[in-house]
């Protein structure tokens, strides 16, 4: 075999599995299924190696080359285009191909041709036949409609949110695919974020948008924040207008506008198995040798192909999508949105240095957004260096449930401090630093006061924070009210760090 006809088994092989019949021209019949592959089939300028046909009308093309043509596979643009403007013989048909494909065994890329400023992009496969006929069916396309956002009503929004909503506005007009959303926590990221995939929604006409997280916690949060928002220009929520999900199972439902997911998650789901809910616990950044792992094989899913989304949201996006799980993110054909109030130097670059907001805590301090701080240290000896459990008997709980059951250890165990509040529970560590702060509140800390001032409390998952919540209490001696679990909010309203309306304890920390 030739390296081009190596090239085309590969070949051959996507356009199967994405759903195409593959026809050779003395076999041709266009409907003999919904999307149909003709080998060869002649045009007025010659023979383009793949017709695409959807419900038996000529709707594409698709020009194989052989691997190593990969790099130079823009120059291969040219020829695709001109058999998109040729006419297909023994086919009667007064319209211009719209799409158009450059392919090798390992590259796939992909133009429409209805795009205004129409740019080539790298697409992981060939689009399933009912996608084509999809945006055959719509007025414009996704990108068009971009092009061309109505102002929107700030009234409500912060300085920093509304230039990175005019930004991203800008950016999606330039069809730019990624984005990234620097802003300091509680300045509102998230709000942000929604009301950008409510424009997207709304004059964007996208289908569906994947709100993409890597703790459970973090996702629990952005469910609640899209529920309980309201846009300016409409009295319905969100939840009202669209379907919003937050995933829990194998299973994306499929009306649904807004799916909210671990990136642990939505790899399993690509990959047709389950997860267990304990593995989204912990961030990806905090494992232990996250980055030194191999990074993840994604491969073609039928019931989820990589045109489901067509944008995905990454929150904390700066310890979540590199290495390991880079290829969920490339598996789908979508727009990307970033947000983090840490990037570094990675974070600029995945993003192709394309800021739309540069919104530091240095300035959300200045601006009164958030508040400044004295930094007052509590450093126990388990916190610094871990302990030392001997062999005895010893209470287990299960992380979700908290169910308790005793276990005989048949060996001392040495634990360290990253062990600490996950695999191993300690009560006097939490105990002795809710104590410390106590005993230094109206001393040390705030001579001035009598009242014990609004407190956050970061704690590292939902049962650590739990463990907290009850000492807060005991060691205050106060009820239920004194100390809430809650989470971080940057809505319009106000509820930022400064002034959150009670004691909250977030189970979860921005800051890794």
């Known amino acids: 075999m030739t390296p081009e006809e190596k090239a085309r088994v590969f070949i051959d092989n996507k356009l199967e599995k994405a759903g195409w019949v593959i ?31 959807v419900g038996g009308k000529p709707v594409g093309v698709v020009e194989a080359k052989k691997d190593d043509l990969g790099a130079n ?16 013989k023994y086919i009667n048909y007064e319209y211009n191909i719209r799409f158009a494909y450059e392919a090798t065994g390992v590259l796939t890329r992909f133009t429409d041709y209805l795009d205004e400023k129409y740019r080539s992009r790298t697409v992981f496969s060939f689009h399933r036949p009912e996608t084509l006929q999809y945006l055959l069916n719509q007025s414009d396309t996704i990108r068009n409609y971009m092009k061309h956002f109505p102002e929107f009503d700030t009234t ?54 994947l709100f993409l997280v890597d703790t459970k916690s973090l996702g629990e949060q952005a469910e609640r924040e899209f529920l309980a928002y309201t846009p300016n220009d409409d009295n319905r929520s969100f939840s009202q207008l669209y379907g919003v999900k937050r995933l829990n199972s194998s299973y994306i439902p499929a009306d649904v506008q807004i799916c909210i997911s671990t990136i642990q998650r939505m790899y399993s789901i690509l990959k047709g198995e389950e997860l267990d809910e304990s593995a989204e616990e912990e961030s990806l950044f905090e494992m232990s040798g996250a980055n030194s792992q191999p990074s993840k094989e994604v491969v073609y899913n039928e019931k989820y192909p990589p045109e489901f989304f067509d944008c995905i949201i990454v929150d904390e996006c700066h310890r979540s999508i590199y290495n390991v799980w880079n290829q969920v993110l490339e598996y789908f054909d979508a727009f990307t949105i970033g947000l983090t109030a840490t990037p570094d130097k990675r974070t600029f670059a995945f993003f192709n240095q394309n800021v739309v907001s540069e919104y530091s805590r240095e300035q959300a301090i200045i601006d009164g957004v958030n508040v400044g701080e004295d930094v007052f240290l509590i450093e126990t000896e388990v916190t610094k260096n871990g302990a030392h459990i001997m062999k005895q008997q010893i209470e287990c709980r299960d992380r979700l449930s908290r169910a308790k059951r005793w276990q005989q250890l ?103």
């Not at 596979?73 to 040729?86: C, H």
């Not at 949110?161 to 300045?187: C, W, Y």
């Not at 998230?190 to 569906?208: E, H, N, P, S, V």
């Open 156 to 209: 409500g929004f912060r300085k920093c949110q509304i230039t990175a909503i005019h930004n991203l506005d800008r950016s999606f007009a330039e069809n730019r695919p990624k984005a990234l959303v620097q802003m300091a926590t509680g300045a509102g990221k998230t709000f942000t974020a929604i009301t950008a995939a409510y424009r997207l929604l709304k004059y964007g006409k996208m289908k569906r948008i």
């Open 410 to 512: 048949d060996e001392d165990v040495d634990y360290t401090q990253s062990q600490l509040d996950r695999a191993v529970v300690n009560p006097s560590q939490i105990r002795t630093i809710i104590r410390t702060f106590k005993e230094n509140l109206f001393t040390n800390l705030f001579p001035n006061r009598k009242e014990v001032p609004k407190t956050l409390i970061f704690a590292k998952t939902d049962s650590h924070a739990d463990d907290i919540i009850q000492i807060v209490r005991e060691e205050f001696g106060e009820g239920n009210d004194f100390c809430k679990k809650n989470y971080l909010s940057g809505r319009k309203t106000g509820n930022c760090v400064k002034c959150i309306p009670q004691r909250l304890l977030s189970p979860y920390c921005r800051y890794g």
């Open 23 to 53: 026809q050779d021209l003395k076999q041709v019949n266009p409907m003999a299924s919904l999307g149909v592959a003709v080998r060869e089939y002649p045009t007025s300028t010659g023979p383009v190696d793949y017709a695409l046909f």
């Open 73 to 88: 596979i823009t120059t291969v643009e040219s020829q695709s285009g001109r058999y998109a403007n040729s006419k297909f």
